[in-house]
């Protein structure tokens, strides 16, 4: 089994809604998000997948949260749901499951990491 990890990051602001403390005040954070993906099979070249390939796939995703107030992304405010690094480590995870499967046949993405800061972060998976 191979498994290979990307990581970019972006700026965003967010609030947490009912938290009893500093952070129901809007903030932000220069957010960090990990993808790993896993494998078993390596292609002519030798690669499970090419890097630019998954930093592509991660930069979509991006794009769409850099800076901005993550509590009015839709995915987020049609649902009533805080936007916890927990929660944003789902959303980028449903968001991307498809596009890396789709990128090469016998991959999956395994997981999401996203930091909040340098010391604290969330991780969402699913079992196989």
């Given at each position: 089994?191979?498994?290979?990890?990307?990581?970019?990051?972006?700026?965003?602001?967010?609030?947490?809604?009912g938290?009893?403390?500093?952070?129901?005040?809007?903030?932000?954070?220069?957010?960090?998000?990990?993808?790993?993906v896993?494998g078993?099979?390596?292609?002519?070249?030798?690669?499970?997948?090419?890097?630019?390939?998954?930093?592509?796939?991660?930069s979509?995703?991006?794009?769409?949260?850099?800076?901005?107030?993550l509590?009015?992304?839709?995915?987020?405010?049609?649902?009533?749901?805080?936007p916890?690094?927990?929660?944003?480590?789902?959303?980028?995870?449903?968001?991307?499951?498809?596009?890396?499967?789709d990128?090469?046949?016998?991959?999956?993405?395994?997981?999401?990491?996203?930091?909040?800061?340098?010391?604290?972060?969330?991780?969402?998976?699913?079992?196989?």
């Amino acid at each position: 089994m191979y498994e290979l990890t990307v990581r970019s990051r972006f700026s965003a602001a967010h609030s947490l809604c009912g938290y009893p403390g500093d952070c129901a005040r809007l903030h932000g954070h220069t957010w960090t998000v990990q993808i790993k993906v896993e494998g078993e099979k390596l292609d002519s070249l030798g690669m499970l997948v090419d890097f630019k390939e998954l930093k592509k796939q991660l930069s979509l995703i991006i794009d769409q949260l850099d800076h901005r107030l993550l509590n009015e992304l839709p995915g987020f405010r049609e649902q009533g749901i805080n936007p916890t690094a927990e929660n944003l480590a789902y959303y980028i995870y449903q968001t991307l499951k498809q596009p890396v499967t789709d990128l090469q046949q016998g991959i999956r993405l395994k997981e999401i990491s996203v930091w909040e800061s340098p010391d604290a972060y969330a991780t969402y998976w699913e079992e196989r």
